[in-house]
């Protein structure tokens, strides 16, 4: 008995399946906000613009240059603060 590909379904389709490493044709730029609305989506570009090293290198850079110029540095008000509800219910 010999199991011809064109006879198989899916596991022919997927057997007779050709994988390359590089693609044809060069992918295309997409716009900012559009690859932005893809990610929400859940349509995220794992090997592009949305791969793990990019997020990293990303991550890396904003905390590497700091607060943004001519912003304050963010006060820690838990230190010594009493919270609102526990105010209420002290009698002076």
């Known amino acids: ?3 011809h590909i ?4 899916l596991a022919g389709e997927l057997a007779s399946l050709k994988l390359d490493a590089s693609p044809q044709q ?6 900012e906000h559009e690859r932005r609305e893809r990610w929400e989506r859940g349509q995220v570009d794992y090997l592009g ?6 997020i990293q290198e990303r991550i890396d850079s904003t905390l590497q ?3 943004p ?3 304050p540095k963010p006060v820690d ?7 609102k509800a526990s ?3 002290v009698r002076k």
């Open 1 to 3: 008995m010999s199991l």
């Open 6 to 9: 064109e006879n198989s379904g």
């Open 26 to 31: 060069p992918m295309e730029a997409v716009p």
């Open 49 to 54: 613009e949305d791969s793990f090293q990019k």
């Open 65 to 67: 240059s700091g607060p």
């Open 69 to 71: 110029q001519g912003q």
């Open 77 to 83: 008000k838990s230190k010594g603060a009493v919270p």
């Open 87 to 89: 105010r209420k219910h």
